[in-house]
């Protein structure tokens, strides 16, 4: 039991260190979006504004569709950890008691 519950902690750090991931590119998704569009209204070149848009928009969407999915497989994580804990706990009770 110990092991599962060692085995979901480390899942858990990997699912966090995906939020943090998720949270950069939408950031960064929002920054080339507005770089596009400061590039669009300066009337530089247009494949550079395009190319800014499209990879901005990849990476704000990347963060809005990934983020809900990513905290919910987080949550379940979690939750599983608590009951495979509250589980361990009552094993060791039934053990010594």
């Known amino acids: 039991m110990a092991e599962q519950i060692a085995r979901e902690e480390a899942r858990l750090r990997t699912l966090t260190t995906y939020?943090?991931?998720?949270?950069f590119?939408?950031?960064l998704g929002l920054a080339l979006l507005a770089t596009a569009a400061y590039t669009y209204g300066a009337s530089t070149s247009s494949r550079l504004t395009l190319?800014?848009?499209a990879a901005g928009l990849l990476g704000?969407?990347?963060g809005y569709f990934f983020a809900p999915l990513?905290?919910?497989y987080r949550d379940q994580?979690?939750?599983h950890i608590d009951?495979?804990?509250t589980e361990?706990?009552?094993?060791?009770?039934?053990n010594h008691g």
């Open 19 to 23: 939020t943090h991931g998720v949270r």
């Open 25 to 27: 590119f939408t950031w």
């Open 51 to 53: 190319a800014l848009a």
């Open 60 to 62: 704000w969407l990347t």
């Open 70 to 72: 990513v905290a919910y």
């Open 77 to 79: 994580t979690q939750a």
């Open 83 to 85: 009951s495979a804990r």
């Open 88 to 94: 361990l706990e009552g094993m060791k009770q039934r």
